[in-house]
């Protein structure tokens, strides 16, 4: 929004509290189009009635290496890699994404790439999963779905199980790390050794490359953080405040 009519939302908004929140309330509308499978469906009542509601921001997806026998699961402990490919939201026309979140998404479909051309990784003690989720923009809704669908059991995320889940690695928006210098965040309380684990594995890879054009170097977020930023990892946080998870971006404590 412009910021006259910034000022004027938060101007109504502050009457409201003023008022205890008693009716009349000044309230919002929003009039965003839905995307649905059935033309003149363009509105919520419209495509409920006629069930041609499509999910607000589309469908996340999920892969493995190596490939699993969802029919049989190995078993390993999951390091499950994160990144979101969208960022649909209410105010759809001031949210392009180009660098938050498909930086993110670029960097983790390279490294699936990467790793894909290697041998051996049916030897890792570990079972590696990629998660693209969408609508995250939207109180992290793809993020949220799948953990439903892992409690429902559902056929979406067959051959996993969120018990197995080891550690949680998010790729977050990096495309600005001009200097190539990363950022890891944490919860503020995790110092497990699944987490710190994370970090040292990054760090590692960093000195591994110390030769390359870029230099990349992967430091810790601010310690002053209260935790992790606005991320897919809180979902997962939220659902369960021991999980082993960073986010990893090109901010030390804020975006400026």
């Known amino acids: 929004m412009l910021q006259n009519s910034t000022d004027d939302v938060q101007a109504l908004a502050a009457k409201n509290e003023r008022v205890g929140f008693k009716y009349p309330l000044n309230v919002a509308e929003f009039n965003a189009v839905m995307r649905t ?8 009542e419209s495509c409920l009635r006629e069930n041609s ?4 921001g589309g469908y ?3 892969s493995a290496l190596p490939a699993m026998n969802v029919s049989s699961p190995t078993g390993k402990p999951i390091v499950l890699a994160i990144a979101s490919m969208d960022s649909s939201s209410f105010f759809h026309d001031v949210a392009p994404g180009a660098d938050s979140p498909l930086s993110g998404m670029l960097a983790l479909l390279a490294a699936v790439d990467a790793l894909a051309e290697m041998g051996g990784l049916e ?9 693209v989720v969408t609508g995250e923009s939207f109180g992290y809704l793809g993020s949220r779905q799948f953990l439903a669908q892992l409690k429902s059991d559902s056929n979406f995320v067959m051959g996993l199980n969120a018990t197995s889940i080891y550690q949680v690695l998010e790729v977050g928006s990096i495309g600005q790390a001009y200097d190539s210098t990363f950022y890891v965040h944490k919860q503020a309380s995790a110092a497990t050794t699944p987490t710190l684990q994370i970090l040292s594995a990054l ?3 960093a000195v591994s490359l110390k030769d390359s054009t870029s230099k990349p170097q992967v430091k810790p977020a601010s310690p002053s953080n209260p935790g992790i930023p606005p991320s897919s990892l809180m979902s997962f946080v939220h659902k369960d405040p021991t999980t082993a998870g960073t986010t990893r971006t090109f901010f030390l404590d804020q975006i400026h």
């Open 123 to 131: 030897t890792l003690k570990k079972q590696l999963v990629f998660l």
């Open 53 to 56: 509601c499509l999910p607000l």
């Open 203 to 205: 760090k590692a890879a």
């Open 37 to 44: 499978t059935k033309a003149g469906t363009h509105t919520t």
């Open 60 to 62: 996340s997806v999920w």
